[in-house]
């Protein structure tokens, strides 16, 4: 018999320093930057972000993302037999942030735990990971998280970048079983993007080599997100045997209400069918998507049994889908 995994419990977590448009704005004023809420809302639909206090690191968001979706799976994280955490701002260099959150979850059953780094993708490729370790046999329960703290990376002086983000983590537990489930998934990246979107620093002989801050070029990125997200979607429902038409949610990547829009346009779904938080969370790259979906499910718009299409694309250039039966 054909073994899936099936999620079965999911969580979110924002810090609680909410930071609304022209708060930020009046920040930036001070160092002489110019924006304007009118601005960031007619652009991206960002009305405010979260960030987190200097001393909470991505896995503590990310305890408190876990928590909640063990509560809600009705898992104790000692059952977890896999741990895997998608960020591009890890509390340090190494371990991992997983092995990290492990710890803080008080696992000690020596189940693997480890990052996958591949920014605002992160999410879809760890879920595609371990659900092909559920299926492969290697793994029963597994905690899935995304968790980011992008606010670390921004570069305030750029206006054309540090509006975009906030802080936050998604958590979902996946189960086996012989029912469906997640029903296809589909990866990609393309190497020859990186300069697009990246943090060119390294550390080196005990200091940082290069700018450790965030750099994107907008436009490029826009362009090229909505190509690959409306590409990515069809592979995988041609995969899973499911028309558009069949798909009760969409949860993109929360990056810009614009690309959110134009991918719906190209599936042809009503934004109806869409999950929006970027309003309020902003931009939490691997965060994104699980914390979307938990606020989908905790609202009770996603229901059981239904058809969920996740989609992302972030820095690498790295892109892909999952079609998962809830
Ligand atoms: N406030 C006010 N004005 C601004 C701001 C700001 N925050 N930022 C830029 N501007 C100005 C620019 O300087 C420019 O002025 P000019 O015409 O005098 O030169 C003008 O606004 C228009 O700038 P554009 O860059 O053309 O604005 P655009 O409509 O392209 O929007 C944006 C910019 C929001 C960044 C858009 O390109 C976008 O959303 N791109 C995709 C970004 C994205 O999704 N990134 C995440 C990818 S996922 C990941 O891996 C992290």
Redesign the pocket.
């Known amino acids: 018999m054909r073994r899936y995994s099936r999620i079965v419990g999911t969580g979110g977590y924002l810090p609680p320093r909410r930071v609304s448009n022209n708060e930020l704005a009046a920040e930036l004023a001070a160092r002489g930057v ?3 809420d009118e ?2 809302v007619e ?2 639909g960002i009305h405010a972000r979260h960030f987190a206090a200097p001393e909470v690191a991505s896995s503590d968001l990310a305890e408190q993302a876990a928590r909640q979706a063990l509560e809600a799976a009705g898992v104790a994280a000692q059952d977890l037999d896999l741990v895997i955490v998608a960020t591009s701002t890890p509390d340090m260099v190494f371990p991992s942030t997983a092995t990290i959150l492990q710890h803080k979850l008080g696992i000690t059953n020596g189940c693997p735990a480890f990052d996958v780094q591949a ?2 993708s992160g999410f879809v490729y760890a879920l595609t990971v371990a659900d092909a370790m559920v299926q492969a046999g290697s793994a029963r329960c597994a905690l899935v998280v995304g968790a980011e703290v992008f606010s670390r990376i921004l570069d305030f002086s750029d ?2 970048t540090c ?2 983000f906030g802080d936050g983590a998604g958590a979902v537990v996946l189960r086996a079983g012989d029912t469906p489930g997640i029903l296809a998934s589909d990866l990609h990246a393309d190497g020859r993007h990186v300069g697009l ?1 990246c943090v060119p620093g390294h550390v080196s002989g005990g200091a940082i080599l290069g700018d450790p801050l965030l750099k ?1 070029d ?2 490029a ?2 362009k090229l ?1 909505v190509g690959v997200l409306e590409k990515t979607a069809h592979a995988t429902l041609e995969k899973a045997g499911v028309a558009a038409s069949e798909v009760d949610w969409l949860v993109p ?1 929360q ?2 209400i ?2 959110m829009q134009s991918t719906a346009r190209r599936l042809h779904l009503p934004m109806e069918r869409v999950v929006v938080t970027v309003g309020e969370h902003g ?1 939490t ?1 691997a965060a994104s998507i699980p914390l979307a979906l938990d606020h989908a499910v905790r609202a009770g718009q996603i229901l059981p049994g239904q058809n969920v299409l996740l989609e992302g ?3 690498g250039f790295t892109w892909g889908s999952l079609l998962v039966k809830m």
């Open positions: 110019q924006t304007s601005w960031i652009r991206t920014v605002c206006r054309t509006v975009l979107l994107m907008g436009q990125v826009f997100a990547h990056a810009n614009r690309i931009n790259s694309v972030g820095g």
